[in-house]
Structure formats: C-alpha cells, structure tokens
C-alpha cells in the first residue's frame, strides 16, 4: 500500500491510494485517513489507482467520510476506480458518500 499526497490548485490536499482497499491494508488506510482528516482543511482522497476493495475498504470510506462530518471539515473522494464504483454501487452507497461517480466514457461503452 503507498499513499502519495499532493496540494491542489484550489489548497486541498489530496491524497492518493495506490494500491488494494482491503482487510489486509485496513489498519494502515485507517490510521493513514483519520491522520489526515484530523489534519483540517479540505482532503481530496483520490481512488483512482485502487486496484481491489473489499467491504473493510466500504467501511473505511463510510469512517473517513463519518469522521469528517464530525469534525466539520471537508472530505471529497473523487477518481473513483472501476472496483470502487462498483462496490459502491453493489451496497447502495452513493447518496451516503455524496461525491459524483464519473464513469469514463471508455468504460460507458
């Protein structure tokens, strides 16, 4: 599991997870988000190069996004990898989420 961060234009901080959203890495993912959650200001988690998720990874979202709402700052997850959009999508979870879902047009077809 590797996390790469960055400061986008707008002064939030993204961070990006290379690698599975699974049991196997949760302990690592879960100290890794609520570190930065807690950091303040707004968190881009960026889930594009996530390979594979498993509901420990569902739940490890449904925490950050959780943790964020109660400490009042701001948590957007974009760049939705195909594994995560469909597990996403397989538990009926994005109304909880409330980040746009884009579906590259390469994989609408």
Request: aromatic share 6%.
């Amino acid at each position: 599991m590797k996390f790469s961060s960055k400061t986008t234009t707008d002064g939030a901080k993204r961070l990006t997870v290379n690698g599975d959203l699974t049991i196997y890495h949760a302990a690592e993912v879960k100290k890794r988000l609520i570190a930065d959650i807690r950091a303040g200001g707004v968190l881009e988690l960026d889930l594009s190069q996530v390979g594979e998720m498993d509901t420990a990874g569902l739940q490890l979202l449904a925490l950050a996004k959780r943790e964020s709402q109660h400490l009042d700052h701001a948590l957007r997850i974009v760049g939705h990898s195909p594994a995560v959009r469909e597990v996403i999508e397989f538990f009926n979870m994005v109304a909880f989420f409330g980040d746009p879902l884009v579906i590259p047009a390469s994989e609408n077809s």
